[in-house]
Nanobody, 121 residues
Framework: QLQASGGGLVQAGGSLRLSCAGS????????AAWFRQAPGEEREFVAA???????TYSDSVKDRFTISRDSAKNTVYLQMNSLKPEDTAVYYC?????????????????WGQGTLVTVSS
């Protein structure tokens, strides 16, 4: 089970840190990712971190967002800086034992409930 938290309302240019806590399993042995879904839009890939710590980002967030994991705390984080109004969405964390294509939502077996990020202009 995944529990996402940390969303909220922030002004453009501000920062937020999202957390995704895993329970019932050793999160460190899973590939994990963040996706987001804006109203009326499809769910889109944001960032992923592998079991070994390697990271992948979408072009829209690269150099602004950082994904990381703390295996001791069984948690994956998404540090979001220089936020823009177009980053407004519900953010979901996801995990799987092994993901072949990190950018595809269908490759993940477990999903958190989502946390809303709203960026005002």
């Amino acid at each position: 089970q995944l529990q996402a938290s940390g969303g909220g309302l922030v002004q453009a240019g501000g920062s937020l840190r999202l957390s995704c806590a895993g329970s019932g399993r050793t999160f460190g042995s899973y590939d994990a990712a963040w996706f987001r879904q804006a109203p009326g839009e499809e769910r889109e890939f944001v960032a992923a971190v592998s079991r070994s710590g390697g990271s992948t980002y979408s072009d829209s967030v690269k150099d602004r967002f950082t994904i990381s994991r703390d295996s001791a705390k069984n948690t994956v984080y998404l540090q979001m800086n220089s936020l823009k109004p177009e980053d407004t969405a519900v953010y979901y964390c996801a995990a799987a034992r092994l993901v072949l294509s990190v950018r595809r939502a269908s490759g993940y077996d477990y999903w958190g409930q989502g946390t809303l990020v709203t960026v005002s202009s």
